[in-house]
């Protein structure tokens, strides 16, 4: 057998900081749901497991007592987590509530673009009180496309309130939307619905997270539509730290796939969605590296 191969960067989309215990348990989180560990930690984590930076993202399970205050202070949280190490952390995303009011939101929004400079907004709507399609999303969704903002939500397979149906509903009604679609592959059937989704709805991407990964799904995914729609994601950094390994990489890694599409997948694509994080890491992208 083949050594698996390697790629020139590997960039995960896909990181919790903050409270997302998926309820099994605290792990020393302040009571708010918001402390976080020092960076310094994260970027450990990247070392041992061979990523060159990772994009973060809020974990859902912070407290909401004071509304809005409570939202904004968490992202001014991954905001300064990311300006704290760029090189490893280039990309932040925020939040909106979709049980505020759309004013609230919008203002919020505003805010995120002209002081925090965030470079998209994710939803983990099951913990956030809403169906993904609800229309309340809907409008949050007209608040990232109208400021060039792409739209991070989840998609877990034992979740109902994130149904591929949702997310079809979301994406057919917002085609200028950019959506990514995290942990969509999280299981066998879900895996159908999401080649379904893939082929009716060209703005939506996809992140390798929590693939379930029997019969090569990713492989049959790259196969019908090309790599240019699937990121790299491992939901590897929460609290508490669910891997031990991000499996999914080894699975990738020991495909059969063009080395030029596994490039797309760990890293290309994720800087072409967020061609702002390459003078973030300091990379020098030319010649055979080029993203383009």
Same mark, same amino acid.
């Given at each position: 057998?083949?050594?698996?191969?390697?790629?020139?960067?590997?960039? *995960?989309? +896909?990181?919790?900081?903050?409270e997302l215990?998926?309820?099994?348990?605290?792990?020393?989180?302040?009571?708010?749901?918001?402390?976080?560990?020092?960076?310094?930690?994260?970027?450990?984590?990247? *070392?041992?497991?061979?990523?060159?930076?990772?994009?973060?993202?809020?974990?859902?399970?912070?407290?909401?007592?004071?509304?809005i205050?409570?939202?904004?202070?968490?992202?001014?949280?991954?905001?300064?987590?990311? *300006?704290?190490?760029?090189?490893?952390?280039?990309?932040?995303?925020?939040?909106?509530?979709?049980? +505020?009011?759309?004013?609230?939101?919008?203002?919020?929004? !505003?805010?995120?673009?002209?002081?925090?400079?965030?470079?998209?907004?994710?939803?983990?709507?099951?913990?956030?009180?809403?169906?993904?399609?609800?229309? $309340?999303? +809907?409008?949050?969704?007209?608040?990232?496309?109208?400021?060039?903002?792409?739209?991070?939500? +989840?998609?877990?397979?034992?979740?109902?309130?994130?149904?591929?149906?949702?997310?079809? *509903?979301?994406? $057919?009604?917002?085609? !200028?939307?950019?959506?990514?679609?995290l942990?969509?592959?999280?299981?066998?059937?879900?895996? $159908?619905?999401?080649?379904?989704?893939?082929?009716?709805?060209?703005?939506?991407?996809?992140?390798?997270?929590?693939?379930?990964?029997?019969?090569?799904?990713?492989? @049959?995914?790259?196969?019908?539509?090309?790599?240019?729609?699937?990121?790299?994601?491992?939901?590897?950094?929460?609290?508490?730290?669910?891997?031990?390994t991000?499996?999914?990489?080894?699975?990738?890694?020991?495909?059969?796939?063009?080395?030029?599409?596994?490039?797309?997948i760990?890293? $290309?694509?994720?800087?072409?969605?967020?061609?702002? @994080?390459?003078?973030?890491?300091?990379?020098?992208?030319?010649?055979?590296?080029t993203?383009?």
């Amino acid at each position: 057998m083949s050594e698996p191969r390697t790629t020139l960067h590997t960039i *995960d989309t +896909h990181h919790h900081v903050g409270e997302l215990s998926l309820g099994v348990g605290d792990d020393g989180a302040g009571g708010d749901g918001t402390a976080i560990r020092p960076v310094e930690v994260h970027a450990e984590m990247l *070392d041992r497991f061979g990523f060159t930076a990772a994009c973060v993202i809020p974990g859902f399970q912070y407290d909401r007592t004071y509304g809005i205050a409570n939202t904004r202070r968490v992202n001014d949280g991954i905001a300064a987590y990311r *300006d704290s190490m760029p090189s490893r952390f280039p990309v932040a995303l925020g939040t909106l509530e979709p049980l +505020h009011t759309v004013e609230a939101c919008r203002q919020e929004a !505003d805010r995120l673009v002209a002081e925090l400079d965030i470079d998209g907004l994710a939803w983990h709507t099951r913990y956030q009180g809403v169906f993904l399609s609800d229309r $309340r999303m +809907h409008a949050l969704v007209d608040l990232a496309t109208e400021r060039g903002l792409p739209c991070y939500v +989840h998609l877990f397979a034992e979740s109902g309130m994130e149904a591929p149906w949702s997310l079809l *509903d979301l994406a $057919r009604a917002h085609p !200028d939307a950019t959506i990514v679609a995290l942990d969509g592959f999280s299981g066998s059937t879900q895996t $159908r619905y999401l080649m379904d989704i893939a082929e009716r709805c060209p703005n939506v991407l996809f992140d390798t997270a929590i693939a379930f990964p029997l019969m090569r799904p990713l492989d @049959a995914f790259v196969d019908t539509f090309g790599s240019e729609r699937l990121l790299f994601g491992t939901d590897s950094y929460a609290r508490p730290v669910p891997y031990n390994t991000p499996s999914v990489m080894h699975e990738l890694r020991a495909s059969t796939m063009p080395q030029t599409d596994l490039e797309n997948i760990l890293w $290309r694509n994720f800087l072409r969605l967020f061609p702002q @994080a390459v003078n973030r890491l300091g990379l020098a992208i030319d010649g055979d590296a080029t993203i383009s």
